[in-house]
């Protein structure tokens, strides 16, 4: 729906609100960019690795000391 301006005050005003949307908008896509780039280095990948496998070492464990043999 295209608004209706009754004078350039009107559009300018339109202008300024849009411009600071899209500048808002920049920012919020660069802050995911670096959000990303956080999420995919190798330091961030250790603790959930390491957590898995101390899980999964717990769960080998009781399972060998509850085992029947």
């Known amino acids: ?8 005050n009107d ?10 949307e899209r500048k808002i908008a920049w920012e919020e896509l660069k ?7 956080d999420d995919f280095r190798p330091y961030n990948w250790i603790e959930p690795i390491i957590k898995g496998a101390s899980k999964y070492g717990v769960f ?9 043999h």
């Not at 729906?1 to 350039?8: D, L, Q, V």
């Not at 559009?11 to 600071?20: S, T």
């Not at 802050?31 to 780039?37: D, G, I, V």
Request: charged share 30%; glycine share 0%.
């Open 31 to 37: 802050l995911l960019k670096t959000e990303l780039k």
């Open 60 to 68: 080998v464990l009781f399972r060998k000391l509850f085992s029947k």
């Open 11 to 20: 559009i300018e005003a339109d202008l300024k609100l849009l411009n600071l």
């Open 1 to 8: 729906m295209k608004p209706n301006y009754t004078n350039f």
